[in-house]
């Protein structure tokens, strides 16, 4: 079964910190994404990446950078966290090797993150 | 500018067949449509995906007109179960032109 997993379901961190959320995939997709989730606002893509160390801007990236150093693994890594970053995060994987309309993504079950 | 349009929100009843449609006038040439299911507490979950005419499985039926420039999920008699957010999306991979278009999801309520 394709299990997509967040390392954690919550999470509460401090204005300024610098915040890493990992997301492991197994199985063997080519595809990561790093989406946040806000009300009203629906799904929007911070940054996705086709393959190891390969990454794509999406629509939302500033204040955020990934990392993915192994196939398996995609990091999303919050620098300096702000207030306006408490959000729903959101990992995806998906088989293509970049975007492709037949491909599904698989996601995981989010971090829900407040920054304080 | 592209863009995926859908209602904010459905009611339903159980038994009863919910129709969702999203617009996207300006879909291109290469583009599918998907859409997907998300429950709350869960990341979303793929439903079905169809390029033109009709599509259907075991969940769910999608419709797509010939000029492709809506789509519409169909859910044959609903059940409490079927309470979600539902979203549609247009992938585009076109050369320097690679973007994913979300619409902002349609909440359903099936309601006894």
């Known amino acids: 079964d394709v299990k997509v997993t967040q390392s954690s379901r919550y999470l509460v961190k401090r204005t300024g910190e610098k915040v890493f959320l990992e997301c492991v995939q197994d199985m063997d997709h080519e595809n990561m994404f790093w989406y946040r989730q806000d009300p009203g606002l629906g799904l929007r893509l911070i940054y996705f990446s086709y393959d190891v160390k390969m990454k794509e801007k999406g629509d939302i990236p500033e204040g955020y950078s990934v990392s993915r150093e192994k196939k398996e693994r995609f990091s999303l890594i919050l620098e300096s966290a702000s207030t306006n970053q408490t959000s729903m995060y959101l990992c995806a994987s998906s088989f293509s090797v970049g975007l492709s309309g037949t491909d599904t993504q698989y996601f995981g079950p989010g971090t829900r993150l407040t920054v304080l | 500018l592209a863009k995926t349009t859908q209602p904010i929100s459905m009611d339903s009843y159980e038994g009863q067949e919910v129709n969702i449609t999203c617009s996207h006038n300006n879909i291109a040439t290469n583009d599918y449509i998907t859409w997907y299911q998300q429950f709350p507490s869960q990341g979303p979950r793929f439903i079905i995906q169809?390029?033109?005419?009709?599509v259907t499985n075991e969940v769910a039926s999608l419709f797509i007109p010939a000029d492709r420039k809506s789509s519409t999920l169909s859910l044959p008699r609903v059940s409490l179960s079927d309470t979600a957010v539902y979203y549609c999306?247009?992938?585009?991979?076109?050369?320097?032109?690679?973007?994913?278009?979300w619409g902002l999801g349609t909440s359903l309520a099936v309601n006894p």
């Open positions: 169809g390029y033109k005419t009709k």
């Open positions: 999306l247009v992938v585009r991979n076109a050369g320097n032109n690679r973007k994913l278009i």
